[in-house]
């Protein structure tokens, strides 16, 4: 399966320790501005900045160009897209990946309204754990640093821990 | 220095307090005190629109962290100190791992 991904979910996996573990489950590509906004933080160190670019460094992660320049000005012009989400949707819509990958709220939005499912950090860290690629442990401790930074509502999160802990 | 131009303001006496306050801070004049207090002005209200635009639904996070000058990482951090999620629910997330798994 090949999914496209934004800069905050790539962000979100980095913190939870799950990225890697995804990248080896799942074939993953950024759009050459979402990697931009990635490695931005590397000036400040981030952890995330730093692992993102040795992965696509190890080529496993990829960039991807994105031809169709039509559809990115629309995602920027009438959804307020940034340029890195408008990439996401834009690429997904070329049809060669089969997952979007977002945890920004407006791209999600506007993923629905092209009635695309977008999956989120959650979710990731739910089927690495039923594919058996997490453990318990690693699935739990990746929720709770989500559930730490406080960017999903906190009754997803209790619902995922009790969905690993009975799992 | 880039040209500087004069102009004369009246302030109340507690902002010239504040002004007095961070120029004894920071070791430096008073002009050079109003212009730390209106660069950390200005860059706290241009958050404070992109933040508000993005909580709104009207922009998305990596436009929200263009307009406030700040970085994705950067604009996440302030997003979740302000409690703004992303809506994400539990069908949603049900779904989410449906298409993961591939069944």
């Not at chain 1, 670019?53 to 897209?81: A, C, P, Q, W």
């Not at chain 2, 902002?15 to 004049?29: G, H, Q, T």
């Amino acid at each position: 399966m090949r999914i496209i991904a934004d800069a905050c979910s790539i962000i979100l996996l980095a913190k939870a320790s799950v990225l890697e573990a995804l990248l080896d489950w799942r074939d993953i590509s950024v759009p050459r501005e979402v990697y931009g906004e990635v490695i931005e933080g590397k000036e400040k160190k981030h952890y995330d900045a730093l692992l993102t670019e040795r992965l696509v460094k190890d080529k496993k992660m990829h960039i991807t160009d994105i031809k169709n320049k039509r559809s990115l000005k629309r995602f920027e012009e009438s959804y307020g897209l940034g340029k890195g989400e408008a990439e996401v949707l834009a690429g997904y819509l070329e049809g060669k990946f089969q997952g979007l990958l977002t945890d920004n709220k407006q791209g999600r939005k506007t993923a629905k309204i092209y009635n695309i499912h977008p999956l989120g950090s959650p979710d990731v860290i739910m089927g690495l754990f039923k594919a058996k690629r997490l453990n318990k442990e690693k699935a739990m401790n990746a929720l709770h640093t989500l559930r730490k930074y406080g960017w999903f509502e906190n009754s997803l999160i209790e619902y995922a821990l009790v969905e690993v802990n009975n799992g | 220095m880039a040209e500087t131009k004069f102009f004369g303001a009246r302030i109340d006496p507690k902002e010239f307090e504040i002004i007095e306050k961070v120029s004894k801070e920071k070791k430096v004049d008073r002009t050079s005190a109003i212009r730390i207090l209106i660069d950390r002005g200005w860059k706290g209200l241009q958050l404070e629109n992109a933040m508000e635009d993005y909580r709104d639904g009207k922009i998305s996070l990596d436009k929200a962290a263009r307009k406030a000058g700040l970085t994705v990482h950067e604009m996440m951090n302030e997003a979740a100190a302000r409690g703004i999620t992303t809506e994400e629910g539990i069908e949603d997330l049900r779904n989410g791992i449906k298409i993961l798994l591939g069944s």
